[in-house]
């Protein structure tokens, strides 16, 4: 179990990380963050359908067919948790090294497409508290993990119920009733 965990939470991992750190460097180079959230949740997908793949490897060739709802999941989480790791890493090298004023240019963005929807000020204050809100808890790396888990994990958590689902299969015994 362990062998598959780890080669298909590598290969989502992978996936996902280079697909969030190209669309940040081509948003960011464009100031453009436009379209980016739908994009990146459908990477996430695309990254999670190898737990399907992973899980079902894992019944196929290990289990002879067979697999609980629970041991399919827990592969599933187990996957999920190792890509979502490898995702949290990437962004905080990418945040940090590379984009470290990601933020400012971020709240610039919303702020400008906030108003540009024609909003009171008073609305585009409150939005602009939020966005200085946003900006605060980015100062501290502790929350910039779990606000980076928090887009991630729980996209791989529902997957891995959907593939434990469609996947189960219990073993049928072969228990033979005498008349």
């Known amino acids: ?76 989480l187990f996957i999920s948790l190792v890509a979502s790791i490898i995702y949290v890493i990437a962004w905080l090298i990418d945040y940090y090294l590379f984009i470290p004023d990601f933020m400012e240019k971020y709240t610039a963005h919303v702020l400008k497409q906030t108003q540009a929807e024609g909003i009171s000020q008073i609305e585009l204050n409150k939005k602009a508290a939020e966005m200085t809100s946003y900006k605060e808890m980015y100062e501290n790396p502790l929350l910039v993990v779990l606000i980076t888990y928090s887009e991630i994990l729980p996209v791989g958590l529902i997957i891995s119920l959907i593939s434990a689902l469609l996947l189960k299969r219990k073993a049928e015994s072969n228990v033979v009733v005498a008349n």
Request: aromatic share 16%.
């Open 1 to 76: 179990m362990k062998r598959i965990v780890i080669r298909y939470g590598i290969i989502a991992g992978l996936i996902v990380a280079a697909w969030c750190v190209g669309a940040i460097a081509l948003c960011y180079s464009r100031n453009n963050f436009e379209g980016n959230m739908l994009l990146g949740y459908a990477s996430m997908i695309l990254a999670f359908s190898f737990i399907f793949v992973g899980v079902k490897s894992y019944r196929d060739q290990e289990q002879n067919g067979f697999i609980s709802f629970g041991k399919a999941f827990k592969i599933g």
